[in-house]
C-alpha cells in the first residue's frame, strides 16, 4: 500500500494554523491580563496617594481576587491593613503568602518580616518574638535583632537584650558598647529591689570596668554606697563626675554633699562644686553649694560671698525663675518672711520648670530618666531642668 503524501501536505498548514491561532488567543489574554493588573496597580496608587485608604483597600482586593497569585498586592494589602490597625486583616495576608508553596525565597522572608511586625504593632510580644526568631539567617536579619531587642526592652528582659546587643555588635551593626551599660544597671536597680545590694555593686563595678567613662553606674553605685553607710566610698565614686566635669554631674551633687558631710570632705566637696558651676552653671549644682553651706554651718562659702547671695548672683547671669523663688524663700537678717500664700504661689509655678524633658518625645516628668517611658529612647533626657535646656 502506497503512502499518499497528501494528506500530509494538507495537515502541515492545517495545524499550524490552528497553533498560530491559539497563541493569537493566548497573546489577547495576557494582554487583556497586563493591561488589568496595571490598571489595578494605578488605580489603587491613585487613592492612597489621596490618602483614601479604604478605596484603596477595596481596589487591591478586588485585583487580588481576580489574580490570586498576584504576591505584590498581597504585600500591599497586608501594609495597608497594618497601617490602618486591622492588624488581624494584615495577620492573614501575611499567613496566607507563606502557605504559598509557589513562594519564592525572597518573598517567603519578607512575609515572615511582616507577619512579625503585624504581631509586634499588635503588641503580640510573644508571637511577634517567634516570628522574629524564624528571620536569623535571612536578609532581615538585622531588622529582626533590633526589634527583638526592643520587645525585650518593653518587657524588662534585661539580660535577653543584653544577649542580642552581643550580636547585633559582633555583627557590626552598631556599637551597643553604652546600650549594654544600661542593661547592667537596670540589673542592678533590679537586684538592689529584691534586697541584695552585694551583686548590685558587683555588676556596676564591672559595668565601670567596662565603661569607665558611664556617666549612670557611678551616679547609682554612689547612690547605693551612700545607702549603705559607705560614705568615703560613695563620695570617691561620685566626685570622679565633678573632676571630669561631666554633663550628668549635676544628678549627683545632692548626694556629693550627703556623703561628704558624713566623712568630713566637706571642703574638697566645695572646690569640686565650686568648679563645676563655674564651667557649666546648674542650678542643682547651686542648691548643693548652698546646702553644703548649712552643712558646714556657715552662711559664707569658700570666696567669702555669702550663700544668701549666690542665687541672686546667679540671676543676673542666668535670669531664673527657680532661682529666684529660691531667694525669696529664704528669710533675710531683720526681714518677715513672704506670705505664705505668695510662697505657694511660687513653687507651684516652679514645679513645671523644675522638670526634665525628653528631647526625642517631649515627655515630661519630676525625675531624670535613661530611658524615656514615653518613646523609649536611651539618653534622651538631658541632665538639665527645663528652665536650663
Known amino acids: 500500500m502506497e503512502f499518499d503524501l497528501t494528506w500530509i501536505l494538507l495537515g502541515l498548514p492545517i495545524a499550524f494554523g490552528l497553533g498560530w491561532i491559539a497563541s493569537r488567543l493566548d497573546l489577547r489574554q495576557m494582554r487583556l491580563a497586563n493591561r488589568q493588573a496595571p490598571r489595578a496597580y494605578f488605580k489603587g496608587l491613585n487613592y492612597l496617594l489621596n490618602e483614601q485608604q479604604d478605596q484603596a483597600i477595596d481596589t ?61 504593632k499588635a503588641g503580640l510580644l510573644d508571637r511577634a518574638e517567634e516570628a522574629l526568631r524564624k ?101 570617691d565614686t561620685l566626685a570622679v563626675l565633678f573632676e571630669r566635669h561631666d554633663v550628668a554631674a549635676p544628678l549627683a551633687a545632692s548626694n556629693l554633699v550627703k556623703a561628704a558631710g558624713a566623712c568630713d570632705m566637706t571642703a574638697i566637696a566645695h572646690q569640686l562644686l565650686e568648679a563645676h558651676y563655674q564651667s557649666q552653671a546648674s542650678i542643682d549644682v547651686l542648691n548643693a553649694i548652698t546646702e553644703l553651706a548649712v552643712v558646714n554651718g556657715t552662711q559664707n562659702g569658700e570666696t567669702g560671698t555669702p550663700s544668701l547671695h549666690r542665687y541672686l548672683s546667679h540671676l543676673q547671669k542666668h535670669p531664673s525663675l527657680m532661682a ?29 520648670l523644675a522638670r526634665y524633658r525628653c528631647a526625642a518625645c517631649g515627655f515630661e516628668a519630676k525625675e531624670h530618666y535613661w530611658h524615656c517611658p514615653g518613646c523609649q529612647a536611651w539618653d534622651s533626657y538631658p541632665p538639665r531642668r527645663i528652665e536650663e535646656i
Open 60 to 120: 487591591f482586593i478586588e485585583a487580588v481576587q481576580n489574580d490570586p497569585d498576584t504576591s505584590e498586592l498581597h504585600f500591599a494589602l497586608g501594609n495597608l491593613f497594618r497601617r490602618r490597625g486591622e492588624y488581624d486583616r494584615a495577620v492573614r495576608v501575611h499567613e496566607h503568602l507563606l502557605s504559598r508553596a509557589d513562594l519564592s525565597s525572597a518573598d517567603r522572608q519578607r512575609a515572615q518580616h511582616g507577619l512579625a511586625m503585624d504581631y509586634l
Open 135 to 235: 528571620l536569623e539567617g535571612t536578609s532581615f536579619e538585622g531588622q529582626a535583632r533590633q526589634a527583638r531587642m526592643a520587645i525585650y526592652e518593653r518587657s524588662r528582659e534585661w539580660h535577653e537584650a543584653a544577649a542580642v546587643a552581643r550580636l547585633l555588635e559582633n555583627s557590626g551593626e552598631v556599637d551597643f558598647s553604652v546600650r549594654m551599660a544600661h542593661y547592667q544597671c537596670e540589673q542592678a536597680k533590679e537586684s538592689l529591689q529584691k534586697g541584695d545590694g552585694a551583686s548590685a555593686q558587683e555588676l556596676l563595678l564591672a559595668c565601670l570596668d567596662d565603661q569607665p567613662h558611664a556617666a549612670r553606674p557611678r551616679i547609682l553605685l554612689g547612690q547605693i554606697q551612700l545607702g549603705q553607710g559607705q560614705f568615703r566610698a560613695a563620695f
Open 324 to 352: 529666684a523663688s529660691r531667694w525669696l524663700s529664704t528669710v533675710k537678717p531683720g526681714q518677715t518672711p513672704l506670705p505664705e500664700p505668695v510662697q505657694k504661689a511660687l513653687d507651684h509655678a516652679t514645679k513645671p
